[in-house]
């Protein structure tokens, strides 16, 4: 870990090489996160826990700190918490604004790091595996391996069964869904007989049911205020064939965009990432919340 992240500790190699230089102000034994040393690091550069000593220093501490120097790098010199008479206090109730950054998908990245809580900031692995750093064959990679995924592929049959419980006027959040009708029951009223059928979304989303609320709560959390929210009337005049079928969520936008970039010849002459800025980064989100990985 390094304790002292901020601008003037940064070096820009003007030469070709290729070598890096790995500064560290201390190395941690392994299997240790966290260490209890006297306080480092700069005014206006330090992390919430520190300023606000409920810990020792962690590698989410770095971090957070590291979010910040994205930011300023990002923004012409800004910082996220603000000018230097209130940034201590600011960092320390993790009150900030990003809005001098002008890509989505960085401010989605900045957002994540800088997080009050050290336990919800990004990992570095997860940081490096961010939408911010994927190309157009990472992009086309995931689309495919997410795209694929059995929740996806039954996405417009698993939505009948969320209507169809919602539809249940017994049905109240919190409750087991399956109080009021069980999975069997439901196969019945939506007349699934092929026994295979029926095994396939049971391993999706478990006797209970519980699954099946998780994953169409995590993409309504997701899918709320974003550019791609009711995406079929914004992409039926670019594809007529749209599916009217799949829910207007970030969910049903996968499964229709998954086909098409399988399928249709023109996908990346369309733009539709351009249209969509916030899909990877919503895309990134469900599979984080509900451990899928590509």
Do not use: C
């Amino acid at each position: 870990m390094h304790r002292d992240i901020k601008p003037g500790n940064v070096l820009m190699d003007s030469g070709e090489s290729e070598a890096g230089r790995l500064d560290l102000s201390r190395t941690l034994k392994d299997g240790r996160s966290t260490l209890h040393t006297a306080r480092a690091g700069t005014r206006g550069w330090e992390a919430t826990e520190i300023l606000n000593q409920h810990t020792g220093y962690k590698k989410s501490s770095d971090i957070q700190v590291a979010g910040m120097l994205v930011f300023y790098i990002l923004s012409d010199g800004k910082h996220p918490f603000g000018d230097v008479k209130d940034r201590e206090e600011n960092i320390k109730t993790g009150q900030y604004v990003l809005e001098d950054l002008q890509d989505t998908v960085a401010e989605d990245l900045v957002a994540w790091m800088i997080n009050k809580e050290p336990a919800e900031r990004l990992t570095i692995d997860e940081v490096l595996g961010h939408p911010y750093f994927w190309d157009d064959d990472k992009q086309d990679a995931v689309l495919r391996k997410l795209g694929d995924r059995p929740e996806i592929q039954k996405y417009e049959t698993l939505a009948k069964f969320h209507d169809l419980y919602m539809k249940d006027k017994e049905h109240t959040e919190g409750r087991e869904p399956t109080a009021t009708l069980t999975i069997y029951e439901a196969f019945d009223v939506l007349k699934i007989e092929n026994e295979k059928k029926r095994k396939d979304i049971i391993s999706i989303v478990g006797e209970d049911l519980n699954d099946l609320w998780k994953l169409f709560n995590t993409a309504e959390d997701v899918t709320n205020g974003k550019s791609f929210f009711d995406w079929q009337s914004k992409l039926s005049g670019i594809w007529p064939d749209v599916n009217k079928k799949l829910l207007g969520d970030v969910l049903g936008l996968l499964r229709f965009l998954r086909n098409k970039v399988v399928h249709a010849e023109d996908f990346k002459e369309k733009k539709i990432f351009v249209l969509f800025p916030d899909f990877f980064i919503s895309i990134h989100r469900v599979a984080k919340a509900l451990n899928w990985k590509y």
